[in-house]
């Protein structure tokens, strides 16, 4: 089973600043990565696809990067409506998903 | 493109519940779609899922013998019949859609989700 590993479990940022997330894989997973969002009493929404693919809504602020086993969210001017818990996820014949990084308000 | 569940609640351990899904707004009988779940424990977790047709599915192995997943495509629902429900199964359950990527097997959209709780 691949573990996904996030950093860090939370990150204090500003409206405006920029936000990093990290995901690390216990072994490679090429390409096959995913980012998701969720804001509390709501469903995660999918936001990164295939490490770099924006979904469909998903504003250009939003990008992510990486291969193998290094991922990046990255949130290049945070909005008020950015901050929620982050979630990578990789897909094989058992997804696994990270343990989350929240992004509050600091 | 829509998931609703309906079928949480209160069970004891070792009850059984079932969970419904009903789809709208895409063509339900052309996707892999799952169920995954969100618990204190152990956080999102994938539970099943199903081929597009029925004819096979994959689960967890906490669930395998407990747990069976099945498909309308005539009523483009989803069901989650759950037996033996144990303490580690309460959470809040979603159905969700496999789409998009060069696989299609990311996970979008999820269901509001539906809670089920355990206890006796």
């Known amino acids: 089973e691949i573990v996904l590993t996030q950093s860090p479990a939370t990150l204090s940022l500003s409206p405006g600043e920029r936000a990093t997330l990290s995901c690390r894989a216990s072994q490679s997973v090429t390409d096959l990565l995913a980012w998701y969002q969720q804001k509390p009493g709501q469903a995660p929404r999918l936001v990164i696809y295939d490490a770099s693919n924006r979904a469909t809504g998903i504003p250009p602020r939003f990008s992510g990067s990486g291969s193998g086993t290094e991922f990046t969210l990255t949130i290049s001017s945070l909005e008020p409506e950015d901050f929620a818990v982050y979630y990578c996820h990789h897909r094989t014949l058992w997804p696994t998903f990270g343990q989350g990084t929240k992004l509050e308000i600091k | 493109v829509q998931l609703v569940e309906s079928g949480g609640g209160l069970v004891q351990p070792g009850g059984s519940l079932r969970l419904s899904c009903a789809a709208s707004g895409f063509t339900f009988s052309d996707y892999y779609m799952s169920w995954i779940r969100q618990t204190p424990g152990k956080g999102l977790e994938w539970v099943a899922n199903?081929?597009?047709?029925?004819?096979?599915?994959f689960y967890v192995d906490s669930v395998k013998g407990r747990f069976t997943l099945s498909r309308d495509n005539t009523k483009n629902s989803l069901y989650l019949q759950m037996n033996n429900v144990r303490a580690d199964d309460m959470g809040v359950y979603y159905c969700v859609r496999e789409a998009g990527g060069r696989n299609e097997n990311w996970f979008d959209p999820w269901g509001q989700g539906t809670l089920v709780s355990v206890s006796s």
């Open positions: 199903i081929k597009p047709d029925g004819s096979q599915q």
